[in-house]
């Protein structure tokens, strides 16, 4: 993750310089780099809205949003989810909405690249934490502060973003060839030798990786014992990219057991109809759960700060309440969010994966030599 999101840092970096060199004057104003352009029409917005009491700050927003008409924005959202949240916003405010959708890196990349050439496309993005966070650092982000704030639990608040929804990580089973009481009680049981290969893992997941590891290693365990258990699941496991693709074997009977997937996945396909479960018979998982944050910002270049300003604020309202009809995981206690019932949350490792994710990743890939992909 951080490998790749680093090079993309550094290229749009590298543009940046080209562009400067050779007198473009779109580079001049470009952002990457850290800096958070001043006296833009985009911040004057921002400012102006931010100055109001908040119990003032939405009406100025639809007001000044619908002068503006539209609103772009870029999520690594699946298709299914970004059509809802995108109608959803639209039948409120009466605003034109357009979607750029991809994986969190194609996201990140399309921002700095757009953003080095002072041609962004978005008002506002929502996506995963690496990304924002990296978005944050660059000074693409604009300050929200609206009512949204008051709501959300501590650890969903970050400088310039706030998670917007958790991708929960847990296994999930196949019923039909993990039978009830047969399926895992704890990470360490995913290396028992009663799983030798029926375990599917997902090849990027190295922030899973990083807090099953931490989680040991704060419980008692050696790092001898960790390593040990690792090799042991892995041993027992084949690779597969994508949680969605892996939801789709699963339930295809293709695979007895993902090592990990987000709980919103294996829940909606268990709704579904599907023979996939994440939870016991009892409806609970003794597994520590790590909730991992998507977040929600809106650009410092915005076209339509407004409307950004007004979808970061949504999202956080009244927007959480269409996450939880699709299953997602809220931010914020929503009335009738059954998402997290008999799971085992724990703290997601925010803090050591935004400053060293790298080492993660190169050690998840080590770990995962040798290992086959799932046919």
């Known amino acids: 993750m951080r490998t790749r999101i680093a090079s993309l840092v550094a290229a749009a970096t590298a543009t940046l310089l080209v562009g400067s060199a050779c007198g473009g004057g779109a580079a001049d104003t ?7 352009p001043s006296g833009s029409a985009g911040n004057s917005v921002y400012d102006q809205i931010n100055a109001l009491p908040k119990a003032k700050q939405r009406s100025k927003a639809v007001q000044l949003a619908k002068k503006e008409g539209s609103l772009s924005f870029y999520t690594s959202m699946t298709q299914d989810v970004a059509d809802a949240v995108s109608k959803a916003f639209q039948q409120k405010f009466g605003i034109k909405v357009s979607v750029f959708r991809g994986n969190s890196e194609t996201v990140l990349q399309r921002v700095l690249q757009e953003s080095s050439a002072n041609k962004l496309g978005a008002d506002a993005v929502e996506t995963n934490f690496l990304e924002m966070e990296t978005m944050s650092k660059q000074g693409l982000l604009a300050p929200y502060q609206g009512s949204g704030l008051d709501k959300v639990v501590p650890t969903a608040k970050f ?19 993990i039978k ?5 009680k704890s990470w360490e049981d995913l290396a028992s030798p009663r799983f030798k290969g029926k375990i599917t893992v997902e090849l990027s997941d190295s ?22 258990l690792w090799k042991k699941i892995f041993a ?4 597969a990219k994508g949680h969605t693709t892996m ?14 997937n987000y709980t919103y996945i294996t829940d909606r396909a268990a709704d579904q109809g599907a023979p ?3 939870r016991g018979a009892d409806g609970t998982n003794p597994i520590p759960a790590f909730p991992r944050p998507n977040g929600v910002g809106a650009f410092t270049q915005a076209k339509h700060p407004a409307a950004a300003w007004l979808f970061y604020d949504w999202l956080l309202n009244e927007g959480q309440q269409t996450l939880v009809d699709l299953h997602l995981t809220p931010s914020t206690k929503v009335a009738g969010d059954k998402s997290l019932d008999g799971i085992n949350l724990v703290p997601f490792d925010v803090k050591t994966l935004t400053t060293d994710a790298t080492t993660w990743e190169t050690k998840y890939d080590n770990a995962l030599r040798g290992v086959a992909a799932t046919k």
């Open 30 to 36: 470009g952002n990457v780099g850290g800096s958070k």
């Open 180 to 184: 009830p009481g047969q399926e895992p």
């Open 159 to 177: 400088t310039d973003w706030t998670a917007s929804r958790f991708n929960v990580f847990l296994p999930a089973w196949n019923t039909d060839r």
């Open 207 to 228: 922030d899973w990786y990083e807090n099953v590891t931490a989680y040991w290693l704060g419980h008692g365990k050696s790092q001898a014992q960790v390593d040990a």
């Open 236 to 239: 027992n496991s084949k690779t």
């Open 247 to 260: 939801m789709q074997l699963l339930q295809a009977g293709q695979t007895p057991m993902d090592g990990m």
């Open 276 to 278: 996939v479960a994440d």
